[in-house]
Each structure stands twice: as structure tokens, then as C-alpha cells.
């Protein structure tokens, strides 16, 4: 069966620090990858979705940048944290081939607090 | 452009009381339509999902949701609540080619009173 992992699940950096998320996946090949950004607990903000290694595609300006250097890797970014980048950060799969029944699968996220 | 509309930030209702989530949308073409449920702290689960066929769609934990075309609506329904139901409830679309992902609705937070 396929599983979803993220890490860290908590997170509390300055202002000004660098910010590295991980996101993997096991059990399939060649999925699709997003993250997504939950602000106040609330509304899901779609930041970036992955189609294949190396391929990203940025659904906001912002902040942030997201990298994938294997296939089932997915690793959400920052060069210098912003307050207005803490939130609850949520990695998600879906088949990439096949039938594609559409829903996603999310991890259970990292939450980052920046001070 | 799609999108969906949760009206409700907060439901209420008694426990073994029948429940109601309210959603709707707008996309074009046929509609790929989903419910997640998410608890503190948590990721989303996926509840249910309507893609063709019968209108009315069960899923997991006893819920079912029902698609109205005409109303462009696909609200979350349980005959009977539960406290253990309580928690952030997602309503989101998908359109039926090209795109990869999900439009969230802004959440409706359900409590199941006791």
C-alpha cells in the first residue's frame, strides 16, 4: 500500500532562517505531488504540484520554491522566513498513470511558526 | 476558472441528529467533486467523491453526499451524528481534464454537541 510521509511535523524558526520541508512517498511511482499551505486552520492554498522530477509549477508568487530531486520526493523551501510564511504545510500524492480517480492523498503536515 | 463555496464556517448539531455540510461549486464541464475531513492537527482524510453515476454517493463513516446539478450544489449529509464526527470538513472540485489538482472550500467546522 502506498504511504505518505512528512517531516518535521513541527517546526519554529526566526525570521531571516532558511526553511527545509521533506515530503515522501512510498508504495507507487511517478506520482503527482503538491503542497499546499492551510492558513489559521482554514482554507487549503495550493503553492506547488509536481508532475515528474525536476518538473515544478509555482500556483502563487511568493517565498517560497519547491524542489524535486527523486521521484518520490517532494521538499518545500525558503532562503529567508517570512512571519507571514507560518502555517500548517501539507504535502499530498496522486497517480500519475493508470486511471486517475482524481483525490488526493495528504500527509499530516508540518506546522512552522516563525518568530 | 472552478471553485467552491462552503456558505457555513460553523455547523452545530445534536448527537444521533441527522447532519448537514452545505457545498457548492462552479466549474466547466462535468464536475469532479470531493469531501475531506480533517481533525486538529491533522492531514485531510478523504471522505467520498462524486465523478459519474448515481447522484447520491456514499463513503466512509456513514456519510453520503448528494449531487445536484441543476443546484450546482454536493452537500455532505449522515443520518445520525456523532461527537466523534466533529472536526474541519473540506468540500473541493476538480475539473474533469487537464488539471492536476484540487479547489478547496474554506472549511466548515462541524460539532457534534454531546
Same mark, same amino acid.
Given at each position: 500500500?502506498?504511504?505518505?510521509?512528512?517531516?518535521?511535523?513541527?517546526?519554529?524558526?526566526?525570521?531571516?532562517?532558511?526553511?527545509?520541508?521533506?515530503?515522501?512517498?512510498?508504495?507507487?511511482?511517478?506520482?503527482?505531488?503538491?503542497?499546499?499551505?492551510?492558513?489559521?486552520?482554514?482554507?487549503?492554498?495550493?503553492?506547488?504540484?509536481?508532475?515528474?522530477?525536476?518538473?515544478?509549477?509555482?500556483?502563487?508568487?511568493?517565498?517560497?520554491?519547491?524542489?524535486?530531486?527523486?521521484?518520490?520526493?517532494?521538499?518545500?523551501?525558503?532562503?529567508?522566513?517570512?512571519?507571514?510564511?507560518?502555517?500548517?504545510?501539507?504535502?499530498?500524492?496522486?497517480?500519475?498513470?493508470?486511471?486517475?480517480?482524481?483525490?488526493?492523498?495528504?500527509?499530516?503536515?508540518?506546522?512552522?511558526?516563525?518568530? | 476558472?472552478?471553485?467552491?463555496?462552503?456558505?457555513?464556517?460553523?455547523?452545530?448539531?445534536?448527537?444521533?441528529?441527522?447532519?448537514?455540510? !452545505?457545498?457548492?461549486?462552479? $466549474? +466547466?464541464?462535468?464536475?469532479?467533486? *470531493?469531501?475531506? #475531513?480533517?481533525? %486538529?492537527?491533522?492531514?485531510?482524510?478523504?471522505?467520498?467523491?462524486?465523478?459519474?453515476?448515481?447522484?447520491?454517493?456514499?463513503?466512509?463513516?456513514?456519510?453520503?453526499?448528494?449531487?445536484?446539478?441543476?443546484?450546482?450544489?454536493?452537500?455532505?449529509? !449522515?443520518?445520525?451524528?456523532? $461527537? +466523534?464526527?466533529?472536526?474541519?470538513? *473540506?468540500?473541493? #472540485?476538480?475539473? %474533469?481534464?487537464?488539471?492536476?489538482?484540487?479547489?478547496?472550500?474554506?472549511?466548515?467546522?462541524?460539532?457534534?454537541?454531546?
Amino acid at each position: 500500500s502506498q504511504t505518505i510521509h512528512q517531516w518535521p511535523a513541527t517546526l519554529v524558526q526566526p525570521v531571516g532562517s532558511p526553511l527545509s520541508l521533506e515530503c515522501t512517498v512510498e508504495g507507487t511511482s511517478n506520482p503527482n505531488l503538491y503542497w499546499y499551505r492551510q492558513a489559521a486552520g482554514r482554507g487549503l492554498q495550493l503553492l506547488f504540484y509536481s508532475v515528474g522530477i525536476g518538473q515544478i509549477s509555482s500556483e502563487v508568487p511568493q517565498n517560497l520554491s519547491a524542489s524535486r530531486p527523486q521521484d518520490r520526493q517532494f521538499i518545500l523551501s525558503s532562503k529567508k522566513l517570512l512571519l507571514s510564511d507560518s502555517g500548517f504545510y501539507l504535502c499530498a500524492w496522486t497517480p500519475n498513470r493508470g486511471r486517475v480517480t482524481g483525490e488526493l492523498f495528504f500527509g499530516e503536515g508540518s506546522r512552522l511558526t516563525v518568530l | 476558472a472552478q471553485s467552491v463555496a462552503q456558505p457555513e464556517d460553523q455547523v452545530n448539531v445534536a448527537e444521533g441528529n441527522p447532519l448537514t455540510v !452545505k457545498c457548492t461549486y462552479s $466549474v +466547466s464541464g462535468n464536475p469532479y467533486l *470531493f469531501w475531506y #475531513v480533517q481533525y %486538529p492537527n491533522r492531514g485531510l482524510q478523504f471522505l467520498l467523491k462524486y465523478i459519474t453515476g448515481d447522484n447520491l454517493v456514499k463513503g466512509s463513516y456513514g456519510f453520503e453526499a448528494e449531487f445536484n446539478k441543476s443546484q450546482t450544489s454536493f452537500h455532505l449529509k !449522515k443520518p445520525s451524528a456523532l $461527537v +466523534s464526527d466533529s472536526a474541519l470538513y *473540506f468540500c473541493a #472540485v476538480r475539473a %474533469p481534464t487537464g488539471a492536476n489538482n484540487l479547489f478547496f472550500g474554506t472549511g466548515t467546522r462541524l460539532t457534534v454537541i454531546p
